[in-house]
């Protein structure tokens, strides 16, 4: 039996073969024009005759391209303070989906009016789906993009409240309102599941310069006992320092936060969860001689899945650390640290003392900060969000943040970092001479020291000369099975990161 083809004259198949390479070629023309206003709105209209709308989609796509452009080059300060602005970030947000819209609009209207009058089905479907697919490479990053504002809205706004917690005025033209020093508490809360409450292990004031954005960093030992409490009910219940609450909290400086929490007597009128940081921002005050303006809380596993969501840190070990509960050791060595062995490198106190880590972990610090680059932090942004907000707790509030982004960008204009420790042998930790800290301490932030210095507790009347002798002695406030081949340096000065960090 004959085929139909067959049956069929030789001019009507040549015929459908001039006809189909036409048709192809015009699906090829329509989706390359589409493409090309994908890339640059416009192209297609211009194409086709239609000048005006043509025009003025290529006017909006050139204003829009340049505005970023020029944004991004000379603005980048300027949008870093909007990024930390809520409002702002609502308004990009939206603004973002809007543009997804628009231009997955621009794509489908292209190809419509580009799209040849008379197709196959196999042809139209293939047009269609090439649509589809540009529409979907315009969709997927404005969508990421959207979320990713979305996101950070929520960390930002679940970190940061709004307004002064002590109800202090906030200008925002001048944020500082005179001061020529922020002093921030920087605390590493040591909460687990088998230890009830929060013990604050790490314990920093950040003075920053906020004309220069220099930065003096002053480090309290966990172990500093009988520190004197501020005046009001603390004070009365322990006038001569804080001496803790039986055995379970023999009166170290790392308990003052817990004990605010479990007793809200002592902080009247705070709520739950900020008694601890109110009394002991209060206490360390008084230590330094110093106004603590604000603290920042970081839950040290909380801190681990951070490192973890930026891949890792990059960190110098010059010699072994313990590491885990199985005898394991961080070798020494140029090592990429997980955020479970970071949490070890700075806490770890094996063959070492609560005061050698306490150095390794303003290093840490010190290597995040320079590690933390705009792409990783991209790459890894949801994960690092949510991390972000179970590991940290603050009371700046949302209004001040614009102006630590410009205190930040000074830093990076030239700033400095330095860091005074006061731990044996400069101060005897079982009993300090919070004169000679106070002293100290005014001369590292460059203030006078009659200015700096509040009032003593009965605790802090010790002879300076006398406490002087104790806090030099060898032995002061060393951790028992530490080792050490030479005695340490009596360090009163601040010094550079730079200058004791591998």
Known sequence: MASRSAARPASEEEEDAEGTAPRTRGLLRALGLTLAS??????????VGRRWAGALLLALFLALASAGTVAGLFFRSDLLQLAVRPD??????????????????????SYQIVRPETMSLGARSAGVAGVILLCFAVALPTAWAGYSTYLYRDALTSIFRTGDSHGRP???????????????????????????????????VASIDTKT????????????????????????????GFTGDGPATPG???????????????????RKNERGPE?????????????????????????ADIIDAIGGVKIK???????????????????T?????????????????????????????????????????????????????????????????PAFITLSNRFNDGGQVTSLQFVPPLIYTGNPDFALIRRLAAQAVATSPESASPSASPSASASPSASASRSTSPQAGRTPGATSSKQPTRQTKPVSLDATCP
């Not at 994908?38 to 194409?47: E, P």
């Not at 500093?224 to 219940?237: C, F, I, N, W, Y």
């Not at 170290?252 to 705070?270: S, T, W």
């Not at 290597?367 to 907000?389: E, N, Y």
């Open 38 to 47: 994908t890339l640059v709105w416009g192209v297609a209209h211009l194409r």
């Open 88 to 109: 702002w970030l609502t308004g990009l947000a939206a603004g973002i989906l809007t543009l997804g819209l628009l231009w997955i609009t621009v794509v489908i209207r």
């Open 170 to 204: 906030i200008n925002i033209k001048d944020p500082w309102n005179g001061q020529r020093r922020v002093n921030v508490l920087l605390l590493g809360g040591d909460a687990a599941a088998n230890r009830e409450g929060v013990r604050t292990d790490s314990m920093t």
């Open 213 to 240: 954005g220099d930065t003096v960093l002053l480090s309290l030992p966990r172990n500093l006992e009988r520190v004197p409490m501020p005046q009001g009910p603390a004070r009365d219940r322990f006038p001569y």
């Open 252 to 270: 170290l400086l790392n308990e003052v936060y817990q004990y605010a929490e479990d007793h809200p007597d002592v902080v009247p009128g705070a």
């Open 279 to 303: 009394l002991l921002k209060a206490t360390i005050s008084g230590i330094l001689g110093i106004p603590v303006d604000y603290y920042v809380l970081v839950d040290m596993f909380g801190f």
């Open 317 to 335: 070990i010059t010699q072994p650390i313990s590491y885990g509960l199985e005898g394991g050791v961080l070798q020494p060595g140029d090592r």
């Open 337 to 401: 640290l997980s955020g479970k062995e970071a949490l070890w490198y700075g806490r770890s106190r094996t063959n070492s003392d609560d005061y050698t880590r306490m150095g390794r972990q303003k290093c840490l610090l010190r290597a995040i900060a320079r590690q933390a680059d705009p792409r990783t932090v991209l790459t890894s942004f949801d994960r690092l969000a949510a991390a972000t907000k179970r590991a940290i707790a603050t009371d700046i509030p949302q209004e001040l943040l």
